[in-house]
């Protein structure tokens, strides 16, 4: 299972864009992160066209299957889809990686049991603007 943002484990944070132009001021080789919405197609369909890693936020199941068909890196996904998503993504094969936002580290098991690939708390998340 990934932990990204838990004050045990280092991981690599993930930066939070909001238009082409905060893509700039992230560091190389750094993965982003994008909110699926149609504002946001430019934004996702540059970074797929770039190869460019990058973590979507999706809300429904078909925001899920746009994002592994954009090519990204990791789908987030609160709580309540975790469980679909992640028996979608091994039924499809998806590349990949289905995560869900959490806050608290007792939910950490409760991911694991449902065999969720990964979990992000928000400290991982880090805002960029232009």
Known sequence: MLLFGHRFITSKPFYHIFDLE??????????LYVEFCETNLDIIGHLSLNAIPFALSVQTINELIYGENFGASYLVVDQKLAKTAQSIAENYLFDAKILTHITKDETIEEMALLGIDGVIFPEAIIKINA
Request: glycine fraction near 0%.
């Open 22 to 31: 905060s893509i700039e001021h992230t560091p190389p080789s750094s993965t």
